[in-house]
Structures are given as structure tokens and as C-alpha cells.
């Protein structure tokens, strides 16, 4: 008995662990297939640029990308691998483990059998018991006969429990090996496939080279452009802060008014660089984030094919951008959404005429750019992914939508609030 309470135990221990393994393939499997769907995407759209106009350093940014998913969904093969092969020599030791074991209890069984087989006839356990000396010693061997019975019974489930531990383990571990088998083919076709996009993207940047101050103008004038924006957006959300707060000053002084009170007198200078926030506000406000990390895509589908911040030129490594916000790429036609219920503070054509919608949340703005049209208008109350306009498509037959996000007129990173998947 206290034997099986042993394995019992070694039983439970080794359930958590493998739990603990599968939950951490599990998250290794949801992350792959969400790499390989990223990697869909994005040669949906190189597949896109090159039926249109051709626009290599677009094209380069979309195939950077896809070698960047390509490496991470080698990596995530090989760390699925690792744990398998990690499982796999586990489950060995322990199946030896398990038989060596079960040989002992097969084999002490065995004599038992043979012991019992010997002494099997009635008679001579009833001669046993009546040779007893006195009654004592006769009680004492009849309850020795008893327990024997009853250890030869435990002796024989312990070997069936032992022997279905083994199966069952020997069954997860030809498993085991079968899907190695697999991930190890999939790692060879990642290999080769990551190989033919390096290949191409050496193709394409020798095209720059050929012209190299053709793409030099081209990537002067974007950036130019994405300054002037980024200017222009900034503006933008001085002016509704400024704008909101006067509103909020005015329903104020109107509610003191009715109620009989004295008027506040308004600042000198208006703020332009802080949301004044209501009681109602505030709860928004602290609501969104609560939501960090949380947020939906403002997209219903895409990638970021540029993310916030400095980073090096996908081409010209000694230029380096500066993003303010996300570029998400996605399909041609599609809408972009709001990331959380709000307020519409404005809508603004911008250089270039695409539009703008800036949406605020307490007293955090999300900024939806390079929109072709917009279904909403000034003061309009958006809830959580209604969509507010149709992202514009260039000649390349590409749609990218700029997305900020700001508290106050701080800029943050969009990347950090929004959900890991969309």
C-alpha cells in the first residue's frame, strides 16, 4: 500500500510538470500560428506591389518584414524543439525507469505465485492453522494468511498500474517523436524559404544602387513630408485641448450661473498643453489605461510594417527615421476603427489631402491618419472598433495606416497599448 501511495504521488508530480510543458508549447504553437498568418499578409502585399506600379523601397520595407517573421518563426521552431526533445528524454528515463520497476514487482510476484501454488491445497493451510501450539498462535496465523492474501492482491494492481503507466508514457512519447519528425521538416522548409528572401532582398537593394540618388531624393522628400505631418498633427492636438477646454469652462460657467453661484473667472491664456477633465472625463481616462496592452488594432487586419520610433533606414543605414506613431499595412479598402469608445475632436485634411480623425479619451487623443474619407464628424460619440473611414490606397497598391496616440500632447507608443494580436 504505502508503495502505491509513492507512485501515486510520482504520478501527480509529473502531471504538473508536463502541464507546465504543455502550456508552454501551447503559447509556442497560438505565437507560430500568428506568425505565420503576419507572414501571409505581408506577401499578400508583395504579391500586391509588384501587379502595380512598382515601388522598390516599398517593396524592400514589406520584404524586410517578412525576413524579420521568418527568423522569429525559426526561432520559435527551434525553442519548440528544444522542449519537445527536453520532453522527450524525460519520458525515456522515465519509461526506463517505470520497467526496470516493473521487472522487480513482476518478478517478486512471480515467486509469490510460485509460493502460493506450493502451498495451494486446503489441507495443508488447515493443517497450518490446527498445528498450531495454542489459540493465540492459531489466530496469529490465520490473520497471517489473511494479509498475505491481501499483499498478493496489492502485488498484482500494482503491476497492472505499472504497466498502464508505461503504455500511456510509451504511447505520448512515439508522439512526441512523430511531431519532432514534423517540426524538424518545418524548420528545414523555414530555413530555405528565410535563404530565398535574403536572396531577393539583395536583388532589390542592388536595384537602389544602380540609382542611388534617385532613392536618396525619394527618401528626403518622405521624410520631409512625415515632419511636416507630424508638425501638423501636433498642432492639431494643441488646438482641440485648447478648444475642449473652453467648452468645458463655458458648460461650467453656465451650470454656476443657473445654480445661482459666481462665475469662475477664466485663465488669462488658454491651456493648450493639458485636458481640464470632469469628473466623467477622469473616469474615461483612467478606463483607457486600464486598458494598456489591451486595446484593439485599429485595423481588423494587417501588420506593422513600421514601428514607433528611431530606427535605421530599411536601405540606408546610416539615414535614420523617426516614426511618431505606427504604419500598419493592410489590405486595400479597408476601414480604419477606433481603439476605444470617445469623442471626435477633429477631422482635418492634411498635407498631402488624406485626412485625419483625432478621437479623444479623457485626456488621451488616438490619431488616425492617411484616411482617403471619413464617416465621422466633429463632437460625434464613436464606440470601440466603429469604423471612421476608409484607409487610403496609393498607386502601388498600397494602404498603410499612421497611428498615434497621445496623453496630454505627450506622444507614446502605440505598440505598448495595443493587444499582441488583432
Not at 502531471?15 to 503576419?38: F, G, M, P, V
Not at 464606440?383 to 471612421?388: F, L, M, P
Request: proline share 2%; aromatic share 6%.
Amino acid at each position: 500500500m504505502q508503495r502505491l501511495i509513492y507512485i501515486l504521488l510520482f504520478t501527480l508530480l509529473c502531471q504538473a510538470s508536463w502541464s507546465q510543458t504543455t502550456d508552454k508549447q501551447r503559447n509556442l504553437e497560438l505565437r507560430k500560428e500568428q506568425i505565420l498568418k503576419e507572414i501571409k499578409n505581408v506577401q499578400k502585399m508583395l504579391l500586391t506591389e509588384k501587379s502595380k506600379e512598382r515601388n522598390v523601397l516599398a517593396e524592400i520595407a514589406e520584404q524586410n518584414k517578412k525576413i524579420r517573421l521568418s527568423q522569429e518563426l525559426i526561432q520559435n521552431t527551434q525553442q519548440q524543439l528544444r522542449l519537445l526533445t527536453d520532453n522527450i528524454y524525460k519520458n525515456q528515463l522515465q519509461i526506463n525507469k517505470l520497467q526496470k520497476e516493473l521487472g522487480i514487482l513482476k518478478a517478486d510476484y512471480a515467486k509469490m505465485i510460485a509460493k502460493s501454488y506450493k502451498s495451494r491445497s486446503e489441507q495443508s493451510r488447515m493443517m497450518f492453522i490446527l498445528s498450531s501450539k495454542n489459540f493465540l498462535q492459531a489466530y496469529k496465523r490465520i490473520q497471517y494468511m489473511k494479509q498475505y492474501a491481501s499483499f498478493r492482491k496489492n502485488q498484482g494492481e500494482e503491476v497492472k498500474v505499472k504497466s498502464t503507466e508505461v503504455q500511456a508514457i510509451v504511447a505520448t512519447l512515439e508522439s512526441q517523436k512523430s511531431k519532432q519528425r514534423l517540426l524538424l521538416n518545418d524548420a528545414e522548409k523555414e530555413k530555405k524559404e528565410l535563404e530565398k528572401d535574403r536572396i531577393k532582398q539583395e536583388e532589390l537593394v542592388a536595384l537602389i544602387k544602380k540609382d542611388q540618388k534617385k532613392y536618396n531624393d525619394q527618401i528626403k522628400k518622405k521624410q520631409e513630408e512625415t515632419r511636416a505631418i507630424d508638425r501638423q498633427i501636433q498642432k492639431l492636438i494643441r488646438e482641440a485641448i485648447a478648444e475642449a477646454n473652453r467648452k468645458a469652462r463655458e458648460a461650467a460657467a453656465k451650470a454656476a450661473a443657473k445654480a445661482g453661484k459666481k462665475t469662475p473667472t477664466a485663465p488669462a491664456k488658454s491651456n493648450t498643453t493639458t485636458f481640464e477633465l470632469t469628473p466623467e472625463g477622469k473616469i474615461i481616462a483612467n478606463n483607457f489605461k486600464a486598458n494598456q496592452g489591451s486595446l484593439p488594432w485599429p485595423v481588423a487586419k494587417g501588420y506593422i510594417s513600421l514601428p514607433y520610433g528611431d530606427q535605421p533606414h530599411p536601405v540606408q543605414s546610416q539615414l535614420t527615421i523617426h516614426n511618431s506613431g505606427l504604419e500598419i499595412s493592410t489590405e486595400p479598402g479597408s476601414s480604419a476603427r477606433a481603439v476605444f469608445g470617445g469623442e471626435v475632436l477633429q477631422v482635418q485634411v492634411l498635407s498631402g489631402g488624406n485626412k485625419a480623425v483625432l478621437i479623444q479619451h479623457g485626456d488621451y487623443i488616438t490619431v488616425y491618419q492617411n484616411l482617403s474619407s471619413v464617416s465621422v464628424k466633429k463632437g460625434d460619440k464613436v464606440s470601440i472598433k466603429e469604423n471612421i473611414g476608409t484607409i487610403s490606397t496609393n498607386a502601388t497598391g498600397r494602404a498603410v495606416l499612421k497611428f498615434l496616440l497621445s496623453h496630454n500632447t505627450t506622444i507614446h507608443n502605440p505598440q505598448s497599448w495595443l493587444s499582441r494580436s488583432n
